[in-house]
């Protein structure tokens, strides 16, 4: 956080830092009304999800404040990409506390003006609240996704084959080097906790995967735990060959180091890559696409039918032995 300084009273807050980050959007209103207006083009639906980040749970309290706000709205555009939606914009709203100085939410503001750019995806509206509570930080987002083509968790079958995209594992693999709990090369460190500090939704692999995916999600609380949940919605299982999942270089000298580090590899989260089925006779077309995106799509695994009672299920193997992670995946409860 920041020590006492200049604050700046909320609706001058508004006006100086969040108003600039609606790049024009007419349905922003100025950010001058109580509500916005999002216009569907017709044929489309309106896709919406929302997550909090509050500091010391889901962020270090002295991390960077540009790298939190980027982080609050990646994780919001993860959710989209594994619907195969493109962001429209996104509501704000900010919880701060007299610790909270303007120079803190100016490189804040900095941070998530960054990404508006980069994304295309303006500030809609919000609201902006003070208490003596932690930093927290509520993003609703919008997208829009063709009617009849979003990618959901409950389209599984048996025999399809489960893959990923990017790398699996840097982002817990990150916080643990941030807690002093995993010791790497500097070079190697720091790409792990930038990848745990700026997730990377995978918009572009979301919206090519519409029509080759049968089911989807992105993986925020655990491969496994991941995994397991679009196995329950579709009413599958699933086994994982552990040695297939995809590592960066920085998670294979830690694994390799500690094989132990596999369990916050499987379990860690903060991967914020997508999980998805597809039928065993696409893999040529994840290889095209995969070349097409420069982004590896690797099957980790296979999709099983479920015995009565067992939907859910995930079995991790390695060398063919069923090895159980010591951690289980994130639980908000």
């Excluded at 930080?137 to 409950?154: C, D, H, P, Q, W």
């Excluded at 925020?220 to 297939?244: M, N, P, Q, Y």
């Excluded at 991790?316 to 032995?321: E, Y």
Aim: a negative charge.
């Amino acid at each position: 956080m920041t020590a006492n300084g200049t604050r700046r009273g909320e609706f001058q807050l508004i006006a100086d830092l969040f108003l600039p980050l609606t790049r024009g959007a007419p349905g922003a209103l100025g950010l001058a009304d109580d509500a916005a207006l999002i216009d569907v083009a017709p044929g489309y639906q309106l896709v919406t999800t929302t997550d909090t980040l509050i500091a010391g749970v889901h962020f270090r309290k002295d991390d960077p404040p540009d790298q939190i706000a980027r982080k609050a709205l990646r994780v919001n555009l993860s959710d989209l990409a594994a619907k195969s939606a493109r962001p429209i914009g996104f509501l704000h709203a900010l919880s701060l506390n007299d610790a909270i100085a303007d120079a803190y939410l100016e490189r804040y503001a900095a941070g998530l003006g960054a990404d508006v750019k980069e994304f295309g995806v303006p500030l809609l509206g919000g609201d902006t609240t003070s208490g003596p509570g932690p930093l927290t930080i509520t993003i609703t987002a919008f997208g829009e996704v063709e009617k009849g083509k979003a990618l959901l968790r409950s389209g599984a079958q048996a025999g399809d084959v489960l893959c990923v995209t990017g790398t699996i594992g840097d982002g817990a693999i990150g916080l643990a080097c941030l807690n002093a709990a995993v010791q790497l090369p500097a070079a190697l460190a720091e790409y792990v906790i930038d990848r745990y500090r700026i997730p990377q939704p995978r918009l572009k692999a979301g919206r090519a995967l519409a029509g080759l995916a049968t089911a989807c999600l992105d993986v925020s609380d655990g491969l496994t735990a991941d995994v397991g949940h679009l196995c329950k919605a579709s009413g599958v299982t699933a086994t994982i060959e552990r040695e297939a999942v995809p590592l960066s270089p920085a998670a294979r000298v830690a694994v390799a180091n500690d094989a132990r580090i596999w369990d916050d590899v499987l379990a860690g989260g903060d991967d914020y890559e997508l999980a998805f089925t597809l039928p065993p006779d696409r893999r040529a077309d994840l290889l095209r696409l995969a070349a097409e995106l420069r982004l590896p799509l690797t099957v980790i695994g296979l999709v099983h039918r479920a015995e009565h009672g067992g939907e859910g299920g995930v079995t991790v193997l390695s060398d063919g032995q069923a090895v159980t992670p010591a951690k289980a995946g994130y639980s908000h409860r």
